[in-house]
């Protein structure tokens, strides 16, 4: 545990949404289940181990300790567990202080609404960061964002809509089987003043692709499914049945970019379902993940790739 105690001693204040420690990329022998993560005002510390008292008592020290030392006078730490262990109640449990009613958290100057007290998602997915961030770059570089459409598969909270409508995207389609989710969503756009443009279906999406075409052809199509839901989705059966259809969505010169967090399905994975699937895109490159989320094996790390619908005089 001693990685994780000095990762905290040399933890800056936090004020975005971060990872402050990953021991699940396996860099720190005896760390593997264990990650540290900012949504401030709240430290989240979340195991996938058994964790006695006398250790969350020695982290809650050395947290205490750095808060002392980095945070704003009179500023108390507010700081929670969760057990992620098999069997465990997945319920954060309060260590000090207390979790906001109201929790806004922001990254790269877009707010977000989290929910720490509730299960074990809590409104955004941190490892995301440089794909929201490669989004960003993308729209503000179209000659003319303001005319751009964009879908949102598998949408949860919106993330990747809020940033491209803040970045300039004229419409984005968000698209997820949960309507609690999407409401959040719709409260995130509220949140940063991008409401025009973005909308939002509670649908199946295998159901759905009459909507979805009408809404379309897309300059760019997000498709960031669960890696294994029951019922939903399962990534070794389903991705194809995501990908055979993304020619017939995008623009000529449009972007797809395809996520996929399973630890054990790599980037051949995902190449290999486009190369069958839709031979006609062309890979562009794979997003690098947050240094934050350094990992000793990649292909176990989330996957970000990026491929583009051929322009129309480069086609054949």
Request: with cysteine; glycine share 8%.
């Amino acid at each position: 545990m001693q990685a994780l105690l000095d990762a905290i001693a040399a933890m800056p204040y936090p004020t975005d949404a971060t990872r402050i420690f990953h021991g699940r990329g396996g860099r720190f022998p005896g760390c593997e289940q264990i990650s540290l993560d900012a949504y401030p005002p709240v430290i989240v510390l979340t195991s996938f181990a058994p964790m006695d008292e006398p250790q969350l008592a020695a982290i809650g020290a050395a947290l205490e300790a750095r808060w002392q030392q980095v945070a704003p006078a009179g500023e108390s730490l507010n700081w929670v567990f969760q057990s992620r262990n098999v069997g465990a109640n997945v319920e954060p449990r309060i260590m000090a202080g207390a979790i906001p009613e109201q929790h806004v958290v922001t990254e790269n100057g877009a707010r977000y609404q989290v929910h720490i007290a509730r299960g074990q998602n809590h409104g955004l997915f941190l490892d995301m960061a440089a794909g929201r961030e490669w989004v960003r770059r993308l729209v503000e570089a179209h000659p003319q964002p303001q005319r751009m459409r964009v879908l949102n598969l598998f949408a949860y909270t919106c993330a990747f809509s809020v940033v491209a409508k803040r970045a300039g995207a004229g419409q984005v389609l968000n698209m997820d089987m949960s309507k609690g989710a999407l409401t959040v969503g719709q409260q995130n756009h509220q949140l940063n003043g991008v409401k025009a443009g973005a909308s939002f279906a509670a649908h199946d999406i295998f159901s759905s692709w009459g909507k979805i075409g009408r809404g379309g052809p897309y300059d760019l199509i997000v498709v960031d499914p669960p890696s294994y839901q029951k019922g939903s989705f399962v990534a070794t059966k389903d991705y194809a049945r995501l990908v055979r259809r993304l020619s017939d969505l995008l623009l000529p010169g449009g972007h797809a970019l395809l996520c996929l967090n399973a630890p054990e399905l790599g980037t051949d994975f995902l190449k290999a379902q486009m190369a069958e699937s839709a031979p006609a895109l062309q890979f562009v490159e794979r997003v690098a993940n947050p240094p934050q989320f350094a990992d000793v094996d990649e292909e176990r790390s989330l996957k970000v790739l990026v491929y583009r619908e051929p322009l129309l005089n480069q086609a054949g």
